[in-house]
C-alpha cells in the first residue's frame, strides 16, 4: 500500500472542510476560491467534484457565473446538523423508540432546553 492510501481522510472530513469554507466566505464561492481557502493542497477537481456532490445532496447551491458555477450553502451549521438529524430518524420505521432513546440519552442541560423549547414552541 501507499503511504498516501494509509493516510486517507475520514469520511465526510472533505466535505465539512469545503462546507466550513463556504461558510466563512458568507458569499458565493468558484471551486478555485475554495481551493485557495482550503490552502491544504487539494486539486480544483477535487473541490469541483465534492462541491458537485454536495449540490447533488442539496447542502449547497449554485449558479452560473461565466463558463462555470459558483457555490453557496443553502443552510448554516446548525440547520445541517438538523438536516442529519432528520435523515437518522427517518431512516428507522420506529421513531417513537428512536426518540425516546434519544431524550434518554440526553444531558439534564440539554433535556432542559428541548423541553424549554417544546414548550415555548421556539423553532
Do not use: C
Not at 446548525?78 to 428512536?98: F, I, K, P, S, Y
Not at 434518554?104 to 417544546?118: T, W
Request: glycine share 8%; charged share 30%; aromatic share 4%.
Amino acid at each position: 500500500m501507499t503511504e498516501a492510501k494509509d493516510e486517507r481522510r475520514p469520511a465526510g472530513e472533505l466535505e465539512a472542510s469545503v462546507m466550513a469554507a463556504l461558510w466563512a466566505a458568507g458569499a458565493p464561492r468558484t471551486p478555485s476560491q475554495v481551493q485557495l481557502s482550503l490552502g491544504t493542497g487539494l486539486a480544483r477537481t477535487t473541490v469541483t467534484t465534492i462541491l458537485s456532490r454536495l449540490h447533488e445532496k442539496g447542502i449547497v447551491d449554485r449558479r452560473r457565473q461565466g463558463r462555470g458555477y459558483v457555490y453557496f450553502p443553502v443552510q448554516d451549521a446548525h440547520g445541517l446538523t438538523a438536516r442529519r438529524m432528520h435523515t437518522e430518524l427517518n431512516r428507522d420505521t420506529d421513531r417513537h423508540t428512536v426518540l425516546a432513546r434519544f431524550v434518554a440519552q440526553l444531558s439534564e442541560d440539554d433535556e432542559r432546553v428541548l423541553r424549554d423549547l417544546l414548550e415555548s414552541g421556539e423553532q
